[in-house]
């Protein structure tokens, strides 16, 4: 089977990003750009199962501009067979970018979906519910372990609770938490060969998704900032500040 | 205007986090509903029926909504949606809100506002992206806006004091597509982390999950939920319901208590909106001071046991 994932190109994950002065929005002007950190996990669980034979293709998409090329690069770096990219002008919301995402699913019919469950910026956890909702297919989201056993892949949740298995017919679309694996680092052969791997280029057109706003963002403005606190010099003093001060024991 | 609400719940007891959500809808404005959709969860239903400010219940009992599967329960509410009139759809942005809910607004073909911590009008809402690292005020387009709402940033409604009609639905939609195999859920007599009081929390410094007994004797004493970072989680201390931070649970207790965490910016953007933080840590370099109203460097095996001792 044939196994599809997606990558989003979002920022760094230890950079702290600013508000922009006139709080349009954030600003990403020379900020480090990187693989989503939860996506990254995706490719890796991908690669693994096509090592361990399950699958036999690692497909990887991404959607948004040209730069995202990057990182369907450091995908097929990991391990990935090869790329799709959907240009678009700016990275689209979540129900249009699982759209995109329907179309390939029907073009390529894959057994698996493996997507990130969140993308670290806009922090949405949407697009894969939005995928199997638009695919009509089986859900596992937020997964810490996959297992495809028969016609179904047996998939462990991260849930408030604690943990909860389902079992999903195939072919199915999971999201990743970051217990599910770790993520393998690139070796520079791999990087090498990555660059010659296919990587084919679409529009929305060519998928025949007409792309409509569903938000529109208005203001960004930073978080309200914490004062400083002090130091305490004993644990004696800490429990006096806390009983008489702040007066929450 | 309608507002149409999925109960949080384990088919006997209606979740906190629903009283949350509800504020948030009455914040909105408008007539607000309960769904409650399970299996033999009537006793749910009873008491989603008395919570302030619901005037109706919807009652979908089916094995098919037993577990919950976003397969089945998502074309129900999508269903109820359209048929019933709602404007708006909100859940809690838990685990089964945030795992339902985006399949509920595909089928509806409209966007969703996840995890949203204000309303700012009918269309108009603040929303934190970038692990909170910024605040973003997003209108939606929609003709039916569907959003999760994060908990803490709403005051419960009151549990008692509704009257609410209960009506059945007969609906019964089962996918076949996914089943329920089993589940690990944490037992614990301490409260919930996203409604504690206060909570203690033990980071990569706690050494071992062992421990943690350290610091569930001071929650015992404090009547407080015990929380993790990831560091901790990955490294097998605790199990990874006690996670706290932009990919766990985000809370705002009145206490926090951060023992042996740095406080990378992914743990800090799930409680620095608690009323007062406390950071015990030996490095006093640690960025878990800077966002700390009382800040003690010191060894954690040496302070938290004369904590424990000094209450
Ligand atoms: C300030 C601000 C506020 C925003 N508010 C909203 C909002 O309220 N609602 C909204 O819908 N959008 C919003 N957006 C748009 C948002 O940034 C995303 O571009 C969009 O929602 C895409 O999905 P996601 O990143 O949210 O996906 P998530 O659902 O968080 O991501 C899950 C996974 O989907 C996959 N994925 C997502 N996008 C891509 C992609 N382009 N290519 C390949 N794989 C992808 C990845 O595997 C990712 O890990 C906002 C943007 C900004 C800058
Ligand atoms: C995509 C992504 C999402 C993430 N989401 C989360 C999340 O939701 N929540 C989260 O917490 N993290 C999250 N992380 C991980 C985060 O980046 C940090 O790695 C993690 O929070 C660090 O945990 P820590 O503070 O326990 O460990 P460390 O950073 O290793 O800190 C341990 C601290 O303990 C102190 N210490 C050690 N021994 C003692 C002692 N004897 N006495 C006193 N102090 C001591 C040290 O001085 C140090 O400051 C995420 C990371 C990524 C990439």
Redesign the pocket.
């Known amino acids: 089977m044939k196994i599809m994932v997606t990558v989003k190109r979002v920022l760094d994950?230890n950079v702290k990003v600013r508000v922009k002065a006139d709080r349009s929005d954030v600003d990403l002007a020379n900020v480090k750009m990187a693989l989503n950190?939860?996506c990254e996990i995706a490719v890796e669980e991908a690669v693994r199962l096509r090592e361990a034979g399950v699958a036999t293709e690692v497909i990887v998409v991404s959607i948004g501009p040209k730069a995202v090329q990057e990182q369907i690069r450091t995908a097929l770096a990991l391990g990935a067979d090869r790329g799709i990219h959907i240009e678009t002008q700016s990275s689209p919301e979540s129900l249009s970018v699982a759209k995109l995402l329907a179309k390939v699913v029907a073009d390529e019919q894959p057994g698996l979906v493996i997507l990130g469950k969140q993308a670290?910026d806009s922090d949405n956890n949407q697009t894969g519910q939005m995928l199997a909702a638009l695919t009509g297919l089986s859900q596992g989201t937020f997964a810490s372990e996959v297992k495809i056993e028969g016609d179904e892949a047996l998939v462990t949740r991260e849930v408030d609770g604690g943990l909860q298995t389902l079992g999903l017919k195939l072919p199915a679309i999971v999201t990743t938490d970051?217990r599910l694996n770790e993520p393998r680092y690139a070796s520079l052969p791999n990087i090498m060969k990555a660059k010659k791997k296919p990587l084919e280029v679409k529009t929305p057109a060519d998928l025949g998704v007409e792309l409509r706003a569903h938000t529109e963002l208005l203001s960004v403005e930073p978080p309200a900032e914490r004062k400083g606190g002090i130091k305490v010099g004993s644990v004696a003093e800490l429990v006096e500040k806390l009983k008489n001060e702040a007066k929450v024991i | 205007m309608a507002t149409l609400i999925i109960a949080e719940h384990d088919n006997s007891i209606l979740k906190p986090a629903t009283l949350n959500t509800v504020a948030a809808a009455v914040a909105i404005g408008g007539d607000v509903a309960l769904l409650v959709a399970g299996e033999g969860c009537q006793a749910v239903a009873d008491q989603a029926a008395q919570v302030a400010g619901v005037s109706k219940v919807l009652l979908a009992d089916n094995a098919a909504y037993g577990h919950q599967l976003a397969e089945n329960v998502a074309p129900l509410v999508a269903e109820l949606a359209k048929t019933a009139g709602f404007d708006y759809v909100l859940a809690p942005a838990t685990t089964t809100g945030k795992n339902l809910l985006p399949r509920v607004a595909a089928l509806l073909d409209v966007g969703q506002l996840s995890d949203i911590v204000a309303v700012e009008s009918a269309d108009t809402f603040k929303r934190p992206i970038y692990a909170g690292n910024a605040i973003a005020t997003v209108k939606s387009l929609d003709a039916i806006k569907v959003i999760t709402v994060r908990g803490t940033a709403f005051d419960p409604v009151a549990a008692e004091g509704g009257s609410a009609s209960v009506e059945a639905v007969t609906a019964v939609h089962d996918a076949a597509l996914s089943r329920f195999i089993g589940e690990e859920v944490a037992k614990s007599d301490r409260p919930e982390l996203t409604s504690a009081r206060v909570i203690i929390s033990g980071?990569?410094?706690m050494g071992n999950g062992e421990n943690f007994a350290l610091l569930e004797k001071v929650a015992d004493k404090l009547g407080a939920a015990v929380g993790a970072?990831?560091?901790?989680v990955d490294a097998g201390f605790v199990p990874n319901d006690m996670?706290?931070?932009?990919?766990?649970k985000i809370v705002a207790p009145e206490l926090y208590i951060a023992v042996?965490?740095?406080?990378?910016i992914?743990?800090l953007a799930?409680m620095k909106d608690s009323k007062v933080i406390v950071a015990?840590?030996?490095?006093e370099e640690?960025p878990i001071f800077q966002v700390a109203d009382y800040g003690l460097v010191a060894?954690?095996?040496e302070a938290v046991p004369e904590l424990d001792s000094s209450l």
Request: aromatic fraction near 8%; hydrophobic fraction near 35%.
């Open positions: 994950y950190p939860f670290i970051l | 980071g990569r410094g970072s990831r560091a901790a996670q706290v931070g932009q990919t766990g042996g965490i740095s406080g990378a992914q743990h799930g015990i840590n030996k490095d640690a060894d954690l095996f």
